[in-house]
């Protein structure tokens, strides 16, 4: 959703009717936030929309955190975020934003933890007047069918890559709808949704090629039939698995730079020297969870 027409539409088909109808659609603005991310590394940000409010020159912030398992410290974390916005308001002299706070859940288990952050707190309600308080708009994958994903976002890409990320912990065979869709997308966007489903499932190469024929057939040429015709040349399985392991590759760069700037690149030569293809995963769920880029260099992984 760092597409500003994605993130609109995800804004006017999720947000609940009460918010949505406010927002002026055409002032949405996807928030560049490497640089606050440099400074706050602990409180690194998923995403972050600015835009108006309808008839009003009123700014506010959407601010995205993303979970695929229910996290206690959800409703903390985005406290965090909150508060690394206002301090940039602050520090440029701007006034205070406004913030919506936005989970977008796709985890295997129900979503069963506090919407409101006074709800952490076990007090008499004379003492909950005066607790911090907020919510959250959560958005669970799970209590959308594929259908209405389909229906409310009216994007297709957005919607392919919202019903690949709800169906990512099934049985792979679960997917196959979803390819329908995928392989209807543009080059660009259709890489995007499958590396994403390569990188999260185990694929083999006969499956593959069974749901692209499902999908699109010879009819609909993709980059996925290309691998396949790639393998068969070269020794399919070893053709697949280099294309896999330098696009896993790629992807833990990508996110090694998002969450740490230029002084990843010191990770570059240790990356590139990865042939294991389930080590890079494991190194790329790492780099989500760690805090800094010193508790990073001292993790396990890298021995």
């Not at 006969?206 to 015709?229: C, F, H, N």
Request: aromatic share 10%; glycine share 4%; proline share 3%.
């Amino acid at each position: 959703m760092t597409d500003p027409e994605a993130a609109r539409d995800f804004l006017k088909g999720f947000l609940p009717k009460s918010v949505s109808e406010k927002i002026d659609y055409e002032s949405i603005k996807v928030i560049d936030t490497e640089k606050i991310n440099r400074k706050y590394k602990k409180f690194y940000l998923d995403l972050s929309v600015e835009c108006r409010l309808s008839g009003s020159e009123s700014e506010i912030y959407i601010v995205f955190e993303h979970k695929s398992y229910p996290d206690k410290l959800t409703l903390i974390q985005v406290l965090n975020y909150c508060s690394v916005v206002w301090e940039t308001c602050i520090r440029n002299k701007t006034p205070l934003k406004p913030i919506i706070p936005v989970v977008f859940y796709h985890g295997r288990r129900r979503f069963d933890l506090p919407t409101n952050f006074s709800d952490y707190f076990d007090v008499e309600e004379a003492i909950r007047d005066y607790l911090v308080d907020f919510s959250i708009v959560l958005f669970d994958t799970n209590q959308h069918s594929d259908e209405d994903i389909l229906r409310a976002s009216g994007n297709l890409y957005l919607a392919a890559s919202i019903l690949a990320m709800k169906h990512i912990f099934k049985d792979f065979k679960s997917l196959k709808p979803i390819f329908r869709h995928i392989m209807r997308l543009d080059r660009d966007r259709f890489l995007m949704v499958l590396e994403y489903v390569i990188m999260a499932k185990d694929i083999k190469e006969e499956e593959l090629e069974e749901i692209v024929k499902e999908a699109g057939g010879d009819t609909m040429p993709s980059l996925a039939q290309r691998w396949l015709e790639q393998g068969r040349q070269q020794g399919m399985q070893q053709g697949m698995q280099q294309g896999m392991l330098q696009d896993a590759r790629e992807m833990v760069l990508d996110a090694l730079e998002a969450k740490f700037g230029e002084t990843s690149a010191c990770f570059k030569p240790q990356v590139a020297k990865i042939t294991d293809r389930n080590k890079l995963k494991e190194i790329l769920k790492i780099i989500l969870k760690v805090q800094d880029i010193k508790e990073l260099e001292s993790s396990h992984i890298w021995n």
